[in-house]
Structures are given as C-alpha cells and as structure tokens.
C-alpha cells in the first residue's frame, strides 16, 4: 500500500493514506493478549470505518483505492459514493476467505484490480469484464533495494534463504532440500517456522522470525540462493505462480530460484536472470550448482536487478493503475 501511495504521489496525485494497523489492537502471542485482540477487532474496524469516511467527507477524493479491503463493507462504500468518489480495489491476495474482507462488498468497486491472472474469470463473471483488470505485483521502490553495493563470497551469512511465513506446502520444499543438500547453511525469514520445526528437518534451519523494511532486504542479499514458493494450493483450488518474492528478491539484489511456471516466465529469463524448478531433486540439484558457482550467480543477480529495476516496482504499478483509471473511469490527476 505505502509503495502504491508514493507511487501515485510521484505521478502528481495528493494521496490520504488511512492505514488499518494504526487502529488495530497490538496484540501479544499470549492467550490472553489473542483474546484481548479479538474483542478489539470490531471495534478497530468501526474506528477505521469513520476514518475512511471522515476524510472522504472532508476531501472529496476523485477515488478511493482499497488495498485488499479489511474492514470496508458495502454499506460504508455506498456512503463514500455520496460524497462523489469512484472506488476501486487492488487486491494482491490469492483468496478472499480472510478475516475482514467482505466478499458482498465487492460489487460496491467501480474498478477490481487484482495481481492474480487466475482470478480473473471468477471475477469478471461476478462484476463484468468491464470492471475488472490485472496488475502484477511488485516491489517497494524506496524500501527493496541492495543494502551493500557489493558482496564478496565470503561476506554471506547462509547458503540458501527463504522468506516467507509457514505453509505446509512450503515446509515439503524447504525440507526437501535440507535433506538433499545437508552440507548447505539453511536460514528462514517468516512467521511460524520455529513452531513446526521440533523433530524435523527444519530444526536444522536457522529461523531469523520475521524481518520488515531494510532487515529483510539486508537477509535476503546476504544469502547466496533465495528460494520463492508459495503457499500452496487454497480452499478455492487456486494456488499462487508467482508473488511480492518474485520481485522483492531480484530488487534486493538476491539470487531467485523460483518455483517454475509460464507467469514467472513472462518477468524473468530462466538461465539467464533466475533459475526454475519443478521438482525436489530438480531444485537440490540446482542449490548445489549454483553455490559452487559464485562468478554466474553475481551475473544472474545484476541481470535480474536490471530486468526487474524500476519497471517491476510499485511507482510503475501506480502508473498502470492510473492509465487503468483514466481510460476506464475518466480519472486524471489534476
């Protein structure tokens, strides 16, 4: 959101940004504190329901654009409509079953944009092609960048990195590759590793827990090799091709090897800027490839910097989404 916000700022927009996390509870990990969040839950999204609604009396926005939609309802945005605003959505999400996104809202938007090509058909024929459209995700220009500008081989910190919260589907790969090549430094950046790790594979993993901003670029250039998987497959059947990592990794400066698929394909050369792979042993065989092969993968890394900076960051996603909105909904900035 923040990405999208100076991005449309950069294109001449004045952009009111009103944030969900500065009215939700901060809860801790302990019972008590989770319950103590919960009560609070409603009550934040009544908090941020009069904000949305307050600055749109108050500014009379041209739009206004949800990023994924916690806590709007279809009763609010009627009421946004009343003070003259288009709305429209950028959801970069592979479901819609989550907590605070009310899926009865979404007939509400003017325009739906999201960063999945496979929920593209579900939504046209739930809103019409005319109110639906794709723009990938991307990376936050100001905040996923090289930390170092340059890294000798000596100078990283694990062999293989992946950033990203536990899935179950996540923890085959990781650990796939654990036994595959154990002679290999594993590091984890995300939520939930170090509770699934007790007896497996994955206790010999270093898990950092989660890193936002700058720590998280900074891990993710100090790898050798960054892996991108996704969750894995949904409720829906859906399952992600490619995400945020897709593009955070080569902006930062990390090397990719991403799990294969044609949308990966169109964004990135295999061979060439990233590497692919289908299969646990396709994907251990290339772990150790390229970890004896430091020359080729600085190449890769610069190649993909290059294909993927600037023209996969939020600043031109903005771009995409305002061309979207002026030939669409007549939305110019002025």
């Known amino acids: 959101g923040r990405g999208l916000a100076d991005g449309f700022r950069a294109l001449g927009w004045a952009v009111q940004e009103v944030d969900y996390r500065d009215f939700a509870a901060k ?20 908090a941020l329901q009069r904000a949305v609604l307050g600055q ?27 003070t003259g605003a288009r709305i429209a959505m950028y959801y970069p999400d592979v479901a819609f079953d989550h907590s605070g996104v009310s899926v009865d809202s979404f007939d509400e938007y003017d325009l739906f944009i999201t960063t999945k090509t496979f929920q593209l058909a579900h939504l046209e024929h739930l809103l019409g092609r005319g109110r639906v459209a794709h723009v990938p995700h991307g990376y936050s220009d100001g905040v996923h960048r090289p930390v170092y500008s340059r890294i000798m081989e000596a100078d990283y910190r694990a062999d293989v990195l992946h950033a990203g919260n536990h899935s179950a589907s996540k923890q085959r ?3 796939g590759a654990v036994d595959a090549v154990p002679e ?19 206790a010999r993993c270093s898990a950092l827990g989660e890193r936002v901003a700058v720590s998280y670029a900074e891990a993710i250039q100090m790898a050798r090799i960054n892996i991108a998987v996704h969750m894995g497959p949904t409720a829906s059947g859906w399952e992600d091709l ?18 294969d698929n044609d949308e990966v394909r169109e964004f990135f050369k295999p061979g ?9 042993e396709e994907l251990a065989d290339k ?41 669409r909904q007549g939305i110019r900035a002025t």
């Open 56 to 82: 749109c009396r108050v500014l009379k926005p041209d739009v206004l654009l949800a990023i994924k939609g916690v806590g709007l309802t279809s009763s609010l945005l009627r009421q946004v409509k009343e």
């Open 184 to 202: 290999a430094t594993f590091h984890l950046v995300g939520n939930r590793w170090r509770e699934n790790a007790a007896g497996r594979p994955l």
């Open 242 to 259: 490619v995400s945020t990592r897709t593009f955070e990794i080569p902006a930062c400066g990390g090397f990719m090897l991403h799990i």
């Open 287 to 327: 772990i150790r490839f390229y970890l004896t092969r430091p020359e080729l993968r600085m190449q890769m890394i610069e190649r993909a910097h290059a294909r993927c900076v600037p023209a996969y960051g939020y600043a031109a996603r903005a771009r995409e989404i305002a061309d979207i909105l002026a030939s």
């Open 27 to 46: 809860g801790g990990s302990g019972r008590i504190s989770r319950a103590f969040a919960r009560l609070n839950r409603t009550a934040a999204r009544e």
């Open 173 to 175: 790969w990781i650990e």
């Open 272 to 280: 060439v800027e990233i590497d692919v792979f289908s299969t646990p």
